[in-house]
């Protein structure tokens, strides 16, 4: 990789960033939107998420991007798996949160209308296109049972 791609900064060099995504279940679905088209990895499918604020949890973070992606307010249930995403211009720090609604499940209109955000069955999941990051979680999420 030559230093001009990375603005001068090799990739090992560049600064962490971590993100918090939320897995928001209800029995055999999962909550999925997509990626605005001017967005890193634009028009793939992803599960609602974001940068870590200074000062907040990781798990505060998760429930903060979802209630900003989704209008659904949850609570995260446990920390599912971690991944690393690094290319020329960042490195990411992906931590999966398992999160249940505390509340309605109805996703707000304009989470539906901006983001395409909705409830998809998790056996549906593999003819979504997720960034690579995703692919183990993705593969979990499909293989697992439905809780009761």
């Not at 603005?7 to 939107?33: H, N, T, W, Y």
């Not at 870590?52 to 798996?81: D, M």
């Amino acid at each position: 990789m030559s230093s001009a791609a990375t603005g001068g900064a090799e990739p090992a060099s560049l600064p962490v960033r971590e993100i918090a995504i939320a897995l928001i279940l209800d029995a055999d679905r999962v909550v999925v939107a997509r990626r605005g088209a001017a967005q890193h990895l634009g028009g793939h499918d992803e599960f609602p998420g974001g940068h870590r604020e200074p000062g907040e949890s990781l798990e505060q973070c998760c429930v903060r991007e979802a209630r900003e992606e989704t209008g659904l307010v949850v609570r995260v249930v446990g920390r599912v798996a971690t991944a690393e995403h690094v290319d020329a211009r960042r490195r990411l720090e992906i931590h999966f949160f398992e999160c249940a609604c505390t509340g309605s499940r109805e996703i707000s209109a304009a989470a539906r209308a901006g983001r395409g955000a909705r409830w998809i069955e998790r056996a549906r999941l593999s003819e979504l296109d997720f960034p690579p990051a995703n692919a183990a979680v993705v593969r979990a999420l499909i293989a697992r049972r439905a809780s009761p």
